[in-house]
């Protein structure tokens, strides 16, 4: 891409703030910016982590300063240096902790060290691309959040890093704000998920329907955004700041809580959340209506069944309640460790809701997500183990997800690209398996495999533009050898 052309604007309304448009039409997948953070580091609540490349470590401090790093190389990490003479200077060391897996407050200043030192080294950039940025201090005041960063930010910086001939109190304070609002989280090289800064991305506005989609680099921490989908000029360019596979209670209340406003997107305001049904349960009073909510953006709304002679309400609260209930479960299911377990207690969780929520429901659907990714993968489900009825079975939860993303992440996304990777296998299986039976021609078993050619094509695409070290990045080079093997192998039929 030629980097002098520009293919977008900053605008400014009412609602968002500023927000970006396209200046010109852009295609799908075409890159529209780079963007380099202005500071990474550990997001709050974080479990020790080396200052370095983010990996965890236990009892492993730098030879300077006494914070944690892996080894001597991120000791010598530009991410790490700058502190590292504040803490040295300071005197002030990295307290030992007990437990080296948990939630460690110590290094909640980290960020917004690095994001002063980031203003002391480049005021013009500071000046140019992070001042105007929002912090909605207002908010933040009442959130049990801000005494905390008072305390292990803003104070622990004037008071112990004697920082204060070079900063003030506002100005740290206004830098936890920055962050709070401004940051994304990101994959690091080391494993733990970190936060960054990225001074043009942060313009971009949210929507529950992104038009636009992001790529880490993991080797600088660069950011890549391109379109998701075709984009005319003049239209927004929105990002999705909370995860797309939610129910609508649950994304709206993450924006609340997280990034400070109520979103009004065309998805959140349908109860039917655009007929994807990821918020709808079945009624147990009644076999011809489902429940909705009443008015999806009152967060005070009944829920309603539809066949208005059943009449059965419940309360937003127990519906928040609920799904909190069934989060827990299924985040239980997610620490499981990958065996056979992972797939038969999700079978079972999706036999115990089944008649509580909608086939498409958000809870029953980010279950078939991860079955489509374990059928295959795990002990006991390899591709070469699994019965024809449980491939269709893995077909059919990677075609479903496909068809809601089509809807509520419309495009070229990371989730597109492996779920049509999982798809491949188990559509090349099956027609093997029919042909090998005698049930199909060689004839049709070629027109069988052109589907799977395709997936794997679309998932090498789309994936390609990750990261190569990325498990996406590896998966999308797969995808295109075996796009390759295929292409071969049909042709040899
Ligand atoms: C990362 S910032 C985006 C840039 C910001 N508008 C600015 O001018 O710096 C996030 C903030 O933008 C606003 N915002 C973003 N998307 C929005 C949306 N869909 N509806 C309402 N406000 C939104 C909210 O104030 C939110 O806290």
């Known amino acids: ?63 300077r300063c006494g914070w944690p790093v892996c080894g001597a190389e991120c000791e010598q990490s530009p991410h790490h240096l700058l502190e590292c003479d504040v803490f040295t200077q300071a005197k002030e060391r990295f307290q030992s902790v007990e437990d080296w897996s948990a939630s460690c407050p110590q290094l909640d200043c980290i960020t917004p060290l690095r994001l002063f030192l980031a203003k002391e080294k480049d005021p013009e950039r500071w000046a140019r691309e992070v001042d105007a940025m929002e912090t909605h201090t207002e908010e933040r005041q009442k959130r049990a959040t801000w005494r905390a960063d008072q305390n292990n930010v803003v104070d622990y910086l004037i008071d112990r890093c004697k920082l204060g001939e070079r900063c003030t109190r506002e100005l740290l304070t206004r830098i936890c704000g920055i962050l709070e609002v401004n940051a994304v989280e990101i994959p690091s090289r080391g494993g733990f998920s970190v936060r960054a800064i990225y001074p043009r991305l942060a313009i971009a506005a949210h929507s529950c329907v992104p038009n636009i989609v992001h790529t880490i680099l993991q080797s600088d921490y660069q950011v890549q ?91 937003s609260a127990a519906m928040r309640k609920m799904l909190a ?40 659907l980010s279950l078939k997500h991860a079955l489509a990714q374990l059928y295959g993968r795990v002990e006991g489900y390899t591709l070469d183990e699994l019965p024809d009825l449980v491939l269709e079975r893995k077909i059919e939860f990677c075609r479903l997800v496909l068809k809601t993303l089509d809807v509520i ?34 004839e049709k078993l070629k027109e069988r495999l052109q589907e799977p050619l395709q997936c794997l094509s679309d998932a090498a695409r789309i994936l390609g533009r990750e990261d190569p070290q990325s498990p996406e990045g590896i998966t999308g080079t797969i995808a295109h050898q075996s796009m390759e093997q295929l292409k071969a192998s049909i042709e040899s039929l």
């Open 1 to 63: 891409m030629a980097e002098d052309v520009c293919r977008y604007d900053v605008l400014k309304n009412e609602k968002y703030g500023r927000y970006l448009v396209a200046n010109k039409d852009l295609e799908c997948g075409e890159l529209i910016f780079t963007d380099t953070a202005i500071a990474v580091g550990p997001k709050p609540d974080t479990p020790p982590l080396c200052l370095g490349c983010y990996c965890p470590v236990e009892n492993t401090l730098c030879s």
């Open 225 to 315: 955004i391109r379109a998701a989908v075709s984009i005319k000029s003049g239209e927004p360019l929105h990002l999705s700041y909370t995860h797309v596979l939610s129910p609508t209670i649950v994304r709206r209340e993450h924006l609340l809580e997280s990034k400070f406003f109520s979103c009004e997107c065309p998805r959140c305001a349908d109860p039917t959340e655009l007929d994807t049904h990821m918020s709808t349960l079945k009624c147990s009073k009644c076999d011809n209506g489902v429940i909705l909510a009443s008015n999806p953006l009152d967060n005070e709304a009944p829920w309603n069944c539809t066949d208005k002679k059943c009449g059965f309400k419940t309360s």
């Open 325 to 364: 209930v069934v989060q827990a479960e299924l985040d239980q299911l997610d620490a499981l460790p990958l065996g056979p377990e992972a797939i038969e207690m999700r079978e079972a969780t999706l036999r115990k809701y089944k008649s509580v929520f909608h086939p498409c429901h958000s809870m029953l």
């Open 409 to 442: 992440s419309p495009g070229e996304s990371r989730m597109r690209g492996m779920m049509i990777y999982e798809l491949h296998a188990p559509l090349m299986y099956l027609a093997r398996s029919e042909f090998s039976a005698g049930l199909i021609s060689q």
